[in-house]
């Protein structure tokens, strides 16, 4: 059984740049969530997708957008990069949305922001 | 104030201490409460998660939740030196959000 893989692992990036991360969910999951752990913070959530349709939203700015695909992929866009984005990335998936409280994570994608 | 509160630490106990790592937290809507364990630089790991006000208990760990008083615990016997990483607490629920809040995360040493 494959756990959640994401890439990059490292990403520089300048200010207002664009940006995409992605993710692969665990063999069988169809619920990935995104969150964004800052030096020293918990993980916040962003959103997650279920089934290709996002499924709920967090306290982050429409410059954070994702997708999900049919093979339960995930990617995270951030559009017009801010100093402040800078962050580990991660992405969880789930058995399905009504499993939210075990979800599994990724090792995570490593953004800096100069 | 936020929704749920960690010590960050550092904690530093010897080889072979009972360690006790709390949280709280404010909204009593939260139905499922998990520890993950995350060392350097890599990903959060679900160690244990829990429904309801009570104990489980899995190998070393022992999982608390007093939805009285809405105070999460979780204890490591025998600790170890591989022990050693950041814990974070988090819960959720009710809706199929799937949100996990997190507290800030508790970093544990322990020395040989």
């Known amino acids: 059984e494959t756990g959640v893989t994401q890439s990059p692992t490292h990403l520089i990036k300048t200010r207002g740049q664009q940006v995409t991360l992605r993710c692969s969910s665990q063999?069988?999951?169809?619920?990935v969530s995104w969150y964004q752990q800052a030096l020293g913070q918990g993980p916040q959530f962003i959103f997650q997708?279920?089934?290709?349709?996002?499924?709920g939203r967090g306290n982050f700015p429409p410059r954070f957008s994702g997708l999900q695909f049919p093979n339960y992929s995930s990617e995270l866009n951030v559009n017009a990069l801010e100093l402040d984005d800078s962050a580990l990335y991660l992405c969880?998936?789930?058995?399905?949305?009504?499993?939210?409280?075990?979800?599994?994570f990724g090792p995570g994608t490593r953004l800096t922001v100069l | 104030q936020k929704e749920v509160e960690q010590d960050p630490g550092p904690l530093s106990v010897p080889e072979g201490a009972i360690v006790s790592l709390n949280c709280t937290y404010s909204?009593?809507?939260?139905?499922?409460f998990m520890w993950y364990r995350q060392y350097s630089r890599k990903g959060p790991e679900l160690l244990m998660y829990?429904?309801?006000?009570g104990n489980k208990e899995d190998g070393r760990f022992t999982a608390q939740v007093d939805k009285s008083s809405k105070y999460i615990s979780l204890f490591i016997r025998d600790s170890q030196p591989s022990d050693s990483a950041t814990y974070l607490c988090?819960?959720?629920?009710?809706?199929?959000?799937?949100?996990?809040?997190f507290g800030q995360g508790t970093t544990l040493q322990v020395k040989p």
């Open positions: 997708y279920y089934r290709e349709e996002e499924n």
């Open positions: 909204n009593s809507a939260f139905q499922y």
């Open positions: 969880a998936s789930s058995l399905d949305r009504g499993h939210a409280d075990t979800q599994y």
């Open positions: 063999s069988g999951h169809n619920t």
């Open positions: 829990t429904y309801s006000s």
């Open positions: 988090a819960t959720g629920g009710p809706s199929n959000t799937g949100k996990l809040i």
